[in-house]
């Protein structure tokens, strides 16, 4: 039972079989909860109880639940056990699984791997992580850094392999001082939404960790373009991201651009800004067997994902 579990669980994990009631159901839901639970979906535990109740439901399924010392927390099963309380009323069979965990980072990170039933939000796991609280970006905010973090993770290139969760939580937070500068000086600007996709805000992030003044003043005015010559970088940045729909690789789109392009152009006019260059005419640079390198910092584009030393 729930009560004997903290002295059982010694080793990494207990596995039992228990027939869960009502009156068990709710123990467990009042003495295990849980704070970074996503939200609580009524409509889907009136499922749940239905597909019991038609005995549709596969007995056996599993409930998680994480032991940090005498502290037990319910991290997958709260829709499951809410259907046996409120709606089915009688016992199901269940699959209980006890994680004996060290830290509220391996209950979160165990919370990020489960994935039953409902399927979790990308706001489900930014809770899970508190990462709201430790960064002071709302979701909205976090989810534009998460895929700007990840491309610079894997070399500014066109496809996107999938990385664990810690390490994303881990660039999320690397990251965060930057995507709080480039926020602060591009929110509000002509651009709407097109600054803060990945691969501009992945070219902002790195201008910001390397040269903070100098972007300051670069991504502020690529975002409000106040009173620019037609042929500043910034302008003809602010320009370009307008006219190219800068939304990632799109080929049934017109004059869509693939990511790499976009952040390469961001790193084409950030350099002939630094350089002190007007902009004529606007081209793309070709991504040859070297990074274009992103100017003064140590990133690049294209198939070294990291310059050896500072341009």
């Known amino acids: ?73 319910l991290i997958d099963g709260r829709h499951r056990l809410t259907a046996v309380r409120d709606f089915h009323k009688n016992p199901i069979r269940f699959t209980v699984v006890y994680h004996r965990v060290e830290s509220p980072e391996d209950i979160a990170a165990l919370y990020s791997r489960l994935d039953q039933g409902l399927k979790r939000s990308t706001s489900d796991t930014y809770g899970a992580w508190q990462l709201n609280e430790k ?19 894997q070399g ?3 496809k996107m392999a999938r990385i664990d969760i810690e390490k994303q939580i881990d660039l999320i937070l690397d990251w965060t001082e930057e995507a709080r500068m480039f926020y602060e000086n591009v929110s509000g600007g002509d651009l709407g939404t097109l600054i ?35 042929n500043d970088p910034r302008s003809r940045l602010h320009t370009w991201l307008l006219l190219a729909r800068a939304h990632g690789a ?29 902009l004529s005419k606007l081209y793309l640079p070709g991504i040859t067997t070297k990074a274009y390198a992103i100017k003064n910092t140590n990133y690049g584009i294209g198939p070294s994902r990291k310059l050896k030393t500072n341009v």
């Not at 979701?139 to 895929?147: D, E, V, Y």
């Not at 501009?200 to 790195?206: D, I, T």
């Open 1 to 73: 039972m729930l009560v004997e579990a903290t002295s059982n669980v010694l080793n990494e994990h207990m596995v039992k079989t228990e027939d869960i009631g009502p009156k068990d159901a709710a123990l467990y839901l009042s003495s295990c909860d849980y704070e970074g639970q996503r939200n609580y979906r009524k409509w889907w535990s009136a499922f749940l109880g239905d597909q019991m109740d038609k005995g549709k439901f596969a007995t056996g399924t599993p409930i998680h639940l994480a032991i940090m010392g005498s502290d037990i927390y």
């Open 135 to 153: 960064t002071g970006l709302n979701n909205t905010a976090l989810r534009r850094l998460t895929g700007a973090v990840r491309f610079i993770d």
């Open 156 to 158: 500014f290139g066109l």
């Open 196 to 230: 803060f996709k990945a691969p501009v805000l992945a070219v902002g992030l790195v201008t910001f960790k390397h040269e903070q003044e100098i972007a300051s003043e670069f991504w502020n005015q690529v975002s409000f373009n106040d009173g620019l010559g037609r």
């Open 250 to 278: 799109n080929s049934n789109t017109a004059n869509a651009y693939s990511r790499p392009q976009i952040s390469l152009m961001c790193a084409r006019c950030w350099t002939a800004h630094i350089d002190g260059q007007e």
